[in-house]
C-alpha cells in the first residue's frame, strides 16, 4: 500500500522553489492579466519586468459583508506614525499639531445652578518630538467624545487632556474649546427682554507640567467718540447747528487666565466686569424710548479706544479670580475708513511682541 505523507509543514528548498517559479511563468506567460489578477495580485511582482502591469482585476462593488479583525487592522499601513526615516524637512520639534473646529454638542453649567447644551468648536493638540513623525489625529477626537457625555468644567476638560496626552505619548498638549454662549437680557426701559450671544472660548493649556486655565470673551458695545460729542455741541451752543457725534458698534476681546484656587468665575460674572466697565453694550430688544435711553448712555459714557482698554483693566484687575490677562479692542469707526485699537495685557501669560497680521480682522461682530 502506498502511503502519502503530507509536507505541509515542512519548508521548500530553494530548487523546490526555484521549479515552483518556473512553473509559474509558464502559466502566466499564456494567461490573461485578469487571470493573473484573479490567481493573486501579487503574482504579477514575481514576474519579469513589463511582461505584465502591476494593476489587479479590482472589485467595483461596496463589500458591505467584509468586517475588519485584528489581524486585518494589523495589516493597514500607518504612515503617519511611521518611523523617523520618513520625516520630511527638518527634524524639529513642533509645538501644535492637532486639531481644529472638531464640533460636537456639549453641555455648560450657569451662574444659577441650570445646564445649556450648546454646539461647541473644539481645538485639540499637543507637542511633537523631533525624532517622531506624526500623531494620530483621530485619537483626540475620540478622547474628548468619551467625556462629552459629561456637564463640562476645567476639570473634565482636564480629564480629556490628561487622556489624549497619555494616548499621543506626548509632554505638553492644549485644548480650546469655542461656543456662542446665550444670556437673556432686559431693554434700557420698555422692559423687553431677549437673548445676548457671546463669543466665548476655554482654553487648557498646559507646557513643562505646569497648566493654565484661560477664558476668553468677545464683548460688543457702542463708543462714542467724546472728541465728536464735544465738537457736536460747540457746533449748537456757537452757531445753532444741529450735529451729531459719530458713534460706532465696538469689540473687546477679553482674555483672563483664571487664578488658581479661587471661587469660580462664571461666564455670566465676566459678562458683569465688562458691563460694569463699559455700560453701553448693544441692546437686544429695541422700543422708541429704549432708543432714546440708549442715546442718553452713550452721551454720558463717550470713550475713545484708549479708554476702553483701561476701563476693562480696571474691572480686572479688581477682581481675585482673574491672575493675568489681556484687553484688545477695537472701535470700528463710523467717521473713517479705518478702525482703532489697542491692545492692554497685563502679566506674562498674554504679552507678546509680535501681534497676528489678521488679528484685529477676527475683531469684527456680524449681527
Known sequence: MNMQVSRQHETPTREEAEKALATLRDWAAKASYTEVAELDPSVSRLLPSGDRPNYPALARAYPEEFRVDDAYKASLPDLQNGPESLIKGARRAIQHVGISNFRLPIRFHTRDNGDVTLETSVTGTVSLEAEKKGINMSRIMRTFYKHAERTFSFEVIEAALDDYKADLESFDARIQMRFSFPLKVKSLRSGLEGFQYYDIALELVEVDGVRRRMVHLDYVYSS??????????????????????????????????????????????????????????????????????????????????????????????????????????????SLHSHDAVSVLTEGRTFASESLDPKLFNTLFHVG
Open 224 to 333: 462714542t467718540c467724546p472728541c465728536s460729542l464735544e465738537l457736536s455741541e460747540h457746533a449748537r451752543q456757537f452757531r445753532g447747528q444741529l450735529a451729531t457725534p459719530h458713534s460706532q458698534r465696538s469689540v473687546a476681546r477679553i482674555s483672563v487666565e483664571l487664578a488658581a484656587g479661587q471661587p469660580c468665575l462664571w461666564f455670566e460674572d465676566l459678562v458683569d466686569l465688562c458691563r460694569a466697565a463699559v455700560p453701553t453694550e448693544t441692546q437686544v430688544m429695541v422700543k422708541r424710548e429704549d432708543e432714546q435711553a440708549f442715546a442718553e448712555l452713550n452721551a454720558a459714557n463717550p470713550i475713545f479706544v484708549e479708554d476702553a482698554a483701561r476701563l476693562f483693566a480696571e474691572q480686572l484687575s479688581a477682581d481675585s479670580r482673574i491672575g493675568d490677562f489681556r484687553v484688545i479692542a477695537s472701535h470700528q469707526e
